[in-house]
């Protein structure tokens, strides 16, 4: 009898530590982002699109050297309005330069502003939104200021400024962050007065901790997809505005090539050899929307309400 016992039941070590072991899978954040944001084949495709205009832009004015102020073919007259074909991709323009080469050049300009400016705006306006969301002192001050800015446009703001303190890229981007954080202040701090009286953070005020510390781990994380929402948005937005006042004069100066410079330059050519008018625009569309996709679908991926099961 007792062997029979003995071979129907083994004796296990007693483990102390074995009931803290968690039997669920082990959970990663943004490893749940990725792979959702990875499962949309439209996001795959616009970030791939993207990344080879984006790679184009860098890498293309290095091995070409384009420059406005240099017309190598001014004096080939052959060389000038070829249209689009296997040798020049894009064509050539007025002067005999290749257009391919002019492109990514006014690209690269075009994106080094937007993206400036898009950094000096969410920087600005998440941390100034942040502090004007949890103190009443200062909302009291900044919302005045907002109802004063708010009502200004900034593409106005950004003309008179650079008219002011005369064209160049610091001077654009500088043009057209200076008041577009207040937008981004504003959008943060309605989410922060949403979130601040929570169950978990006024028990986390009623235990002392510092208010920084409640904004940087409890509210901030939570933020993290409305923050892409806003750079998704304000990427596309800076770089219209920079094509738009580049193409009517007030943007970036001769010297440095951009898209709006290009579509100004070429509008008088849209009848007669429209693809030099059409291809900057086309660029400039296909970089905004593809930009605009992609922060969408990676705000959508980074929401915390995504990844409750």
């Given at each position: 009898m007792s062997t029979l016992q003995d071979d129907r039941f083994t004796f296990q070590r007693a483990e102390d530590t074995a009931s803290e072991h968690i039997a669920a899978p082990r959970y990663s954040y943004w490893k749940s982002v990725f792979r959702k944001f990875f499962s949309s084949k439209l996001a795959i495709a616009m970030l791939i699109l993207a990344g080879t205009i984006i790679l184009l832009s860098i890498f293309q004015p290095m091995i070409s050297g384009y420059s406005p102020r240099i017309t190598p073919n001014i004096n080939r007259p052959e060389m000038k309005y070829i249209r689009p074909n296997s040798t020049y991709w894009f064509g050539t323009d007025d002067k005999g330069n290749s257009l391919f080469d002019a492109v990514w050049a006014g690209t690269r300009s075009s994106l080094i502003v937007a993206f400036?400016?898009?950094?000096?705006s969410t920087i600005v306006g998440v941390a100034v939104g942040m502090w004007w969301g949890?103190?009443?002192?200062v909302d009291v001050i900044m919302i005045e200021v907002y109802n004063v800015i708010a009502n200004i446009p900034t593409l106005l703001i950004a003309m008179?400024?650079?008219?002011a303190i005369g064209s160049g890229m610091g001077s654009l981007i500088f043009a057209l962050s200076v008041t577009?954080?207040?937008?981004t202040a504003y959008f943060i701090r309605v989410q922060v007065m949403i979130i601040r009286d929570r169950e978990y953070?006024?028990?986390s005020r009623c235990l002392?901790?510092?208010t920084w510390k409640i904004i940087t781990h409890n509210v901030l994380p939570y933020l993290i997809s409305v923050i892409m929402t806003i750079i998704s948005r304000d990427v596309p937005g800076f770089i219209s505005y920079e094509v738009f006042l580049s193409m009517v004069g007030v943007g970036l100066n001769r010297d440095i090539p951009s898209l709006g410079q290009m579509i100004r330059d070429y509008s008088p050519y849209l009848i007669s050899t429209p693809y030099l008018f059409w291809i900057p625009v086309a660029v400039s569309a296909v970089i905004s929307v593809s930009l605009y996709i992609v922060g969408q679908t990676l705000a959508d991926?980074?929401?915390p309400r995504t990844h409750m099961v």
């Open positions: 400036a400016a898009t950094a000096i949890f103190s009443k002192k008179i400024l650079v008219y577009s954080w207040i937008g953070n006024l028990a002392g901790t510092p991926a980074s929401d």
